[in-house]
């Protein structure tokens, strides 16, 4: 009799052994064990790109170029045999190895590739490995094997609910910016080829975020290079960008469904809808120029002069902030009486943050760090991996685009709104009320709906730990509390400091 007890428990016992098997054997499947750690300290190559960035009295310009060899080299060096990802060192993401290797190349691709379209030289300087980089060889090599099904380097096919797709309008933002250096230069197989791994996004489920634009971006950038099937109203993307305007609020701002109004709309939203007008000047010009307008408009409130009060959602693209405002000099819908002012307005946002980033150690191995300034795992979402950060980089992209004689580079700093006086803007439909304190510098926003809340961080707790390495998967604490419903986020209060 006892026998006949003790069965039940050795059964559920294999049963629980066979899932854990299963569970390990697809999460090691992902490349769970071949991640490694960013460096805890400071490497020369930090400690230099530092000094020369911050340095005073050195020309803008000159100072983004020495910014755009630092992540040359870490891309260079972190780029894997085949040549289509760069698997730099971190966390992992719930996507797996291979997916954050291709959002690293794409991220960071995309700013090599602005540099080629700004008319700067194409052959660079690698300081990292002491030699001479061809940046269209070396981007024709990445895209040519990631879209090969036979090769090593192949980034897989995109499925519904893909992070795959998401790259896509990165790589498509690529092949656009090099259109006459790469995309034009390739023989029709290798463009066919290229094209139908892009074509995949089509007719993909997305969430009801700032993703149902991919697509969009991807389908406006193979028609404009010649490899679309449709164009207009008849892309398979519209119905995406309709489904994704029932989100805007006003001011230049979107609902993130499920998280609500954050920083994301600077970033994301912003950056994408810029590029859609850039490639297809015609497409909902009206909507897209005045929510951009509006958008940098309020985004130029944000920004402190050493500091931004960053709340929401992936907080390590950061550096990122300043998007709107580039995107709206790049367009160059100001008057031109003011387009010279406007130009330094955007340059002096564009610094002040980068400034701030680098000086309390943002940069670490040739990358972004996974935090708000160093690692810090306690805000590194689920869905973010070794090569997510390179968002980023948004705004080197829109800076560098433009030449090195550009109005953007030769123009005079402006002061930021907050630097000019105090302000108190109420955004109803956004629920926020921004305030800046010129005798401080500091910026506020303030969420009446919060008002009484004071949420805690959540550690990355030694349990969680644990469980990564028992199921070698990402169990970081969610700490969307702190991140969304605080009374109030403060320039000079980070929330990291909680």
């Keep these: 009799m006892s026998n006949m007890r003790r069965r039940p428990a050795w059964i559920a016992l294999a049963v629980v052994l066979l899932v854990y098997g299963a569970v390990l054997k697809h999460y090691s499947s992902q490349g769970w064990g071949r991640y490694f750690p960013q460096s805890q300290t400071e490497g020369s190559g930090e400690a230099a790109i530092k000094r020369e960035f911050l340095r005073d009295g050195a020309q803008d310009e000159a100072r983004y170029r020495a910014l755009f060899g630092y992540f040359l080299a870490g891309a260079l060096r972190y780029t894997d045999s085949a040549g289509s990802r760069i698997q730099y060192p971190g966390v992992a993401s719930n996507s797996g190895y291979a997916v954050s290797g291709l959002e690293g190349f794409a991220r960071t691709g995309t700013l090599l590739a602005a540099w080629v379209a700004s008319g700067r030289d194409t052959t ?188 929401g959602r992936s907080l390590c693209y950061r550096t990122a902030v300043s998007v709107p405002l580039l995107a709206e000099q790049a367009i160059g819908d100001q008057a031109p009486a003011d387009s010279t002012k406007y130009a330094g307005l955007a340059r002096r946002a564009l610094d002040r943050t980068w400034r701030h980033f680098i000086a309390h150690g943002a940069l670490q191995d040739g990358a972004l760090t996974q935090g708000y300034y160093r690692t810090d795992l306690r805000f590194v979402d689920y869905y973010t991996g070794a090569g997510s950060c390179h968002w980023g980089l948004r705004s080197l992209v829109l800076a560098l685009m433009q030449a090195p004689d550009a109005t953007f580079w030769r123009a005079a700093e402006q002061p930021l709104p907050v630097e000019l006086g105090d302000y108190r803007l109420d955004y109803r439909d956004l629920g926020w009320i921004v305030s800046g304190d010129h005798a401080s510098g500091r910026v506020t926003v303030e969420i009446p709906a919060n008002a009484g809340n004071s949420p805690r961080t959540r550690p990355h707790a030694v349990w969680r730990r644990w469980l990564e390495l028992l199921f070698r998967r990402p169990f970081r604490p969610s700490n969307e509390d702190m991140q969304y419903t605080r009374a109030a986020y403060s320039s000079d209060a980070p929330l990291i400091g909680d």
């Design 124 to 311: 660079v300087w690698d300081s990292g490995s002491g030699r001479s980089v061809d940046l269209v060889a070396y981007l024709k090599r990445a895209l040519l094997a990631g879209t090969d099904p036979r090769g090593d380097g192949y980034w897989g096919r995109i499925r519904d609910l893909d992070q795959r797709g998401v790259e896509a309008a990165d790589v498509a933002r690529i092949l656009w910016l090099t259109c006459e250096h790469l995309w034009e230069r390739l023989n029709p197989p290798q463009q066919n080829r290229i094209a139908a791994w892009l074509r995949q996004v089509d007719g993909r489920e997305t969430p009801n975020t700032v993703w149902l634009l991919f697509p969009l971006t991807v389908d406006l950038v193979l028609h404009s290079l010649g490899a679309g099937r449709t164009s207009g109203a008849e892309l398979p993307s519209a119905p995406n960008y309709l489904a994704f305007k029932k989100n805007y609020l006003g001011d230049g701002w979107f609902s993130d469904p499920p998280h609500g109004v954050d920083f994301y709309n600077t970033w994301g939203m912003s950056y994408e809808l810029f590029w859609i007008t850039r490639v297809d000047p015609g497409f909902d010009p009206e909507f897209i120029r005045s929510a951009l307008r509006q958008s940098a408009d309020l985004t130029a409130h944000l920004i402190a002069p050493d500091g931004v009060p960053l709340m």
